[in-house]
């Protein structure tokens, strides 16, 4: 395996300053909230189960590192965390793009996946990896959130050209011409070039 180009997450320190201040404010709420059932004989297991979720999430969030490889096939992203390390793979061929994350409450792709490779520490912006998956006669989507310095998505655009750091209806476009290619048994890459062929000549007609 060639690796083209390799980096790890990164921490900011107003990141980590603004992390901290939240996991303080959950742990004295925790902290509240066992005193209160141990010293008072309030029932409040749900609160502590509660808090006790909120602040595991901050601080896996906060302590997870991850490195980010580039070879000549494939994304591979390992992760170090609070539950053990994990490693994913995302062949090139099954990228349907990158854009900038915004939230929304109805996503125009419905993303069967959804993965944060990120630390909530790191002040960059956010960027979402779109893929696909077959999972036996059905194509899935997912996606990655992640944080990383442009030198990553300029060599990851000269094996996925023309979907990287671009809009998000560009990728959403995508993803359903590859579902639809899969639908009708296709073979993706002739049936993209075929698509893409025709809107790129009907262009030219239209600026005759």
């Known amino acids: 395996m060639s690796i083209q180009y390799q980096e790890q997450s990164k921490r900011s320190k107003a990141g980590i300053a603004l992390v901290t201040v939240f996991i303080v404010i959950a742990l004295g709420a925790l902290a509240y909230s066992v005193w209160r059932y141990v010293e008072l004989g309030s029932i409040a297991l749900a609160e502590i189960l509660i808090e006790g979720m ?17 070879t000549e096939s494939d994304l591979i992203i390992d992760e170090v965390g609070l539950l053990g390390k994990k490693r994913m793979i995302i062949p090139y061929t099954m990228i349907n793009g990158v854009y900038q994350f915004k939230q929304s409450m109805m996503p125009p792709l419905k993303f069967r996946y959804k993965y944060r490779k990120l630390s909530s520490t790191d002040d ?52 359903y011409l590859r579902e639809d290619a899969f639908k009708h048994g296709e073979d993706f890459a002739i049936y993209a070039a075929n698509v893409y062929g025709q809107g790129q000549a009907g262009a030219e007609d239209v600026k005759e």
Do not use: M
């Open 124 to 175: 960059r912006p956010v960027w979402a990896l779109a893929y696909s998956v077959v999972e036996g006669k059905k194509l899935k989507h997912g996606r990655v959130l992640l944080k990383a310095e442009q030198e990553l998505f300029d060599v990851l655009a000269q094996h996925v050209p023309n979907l990287i750091q671009v809009k998000e209806d560009q990728v959403v476009f995508h993803a």
């Open 54 to 70: 909120i602040l595991f999430v901050l601080v896996s969030q906060a302590v997870g590192t991850y490195t980010f490889r580039l």
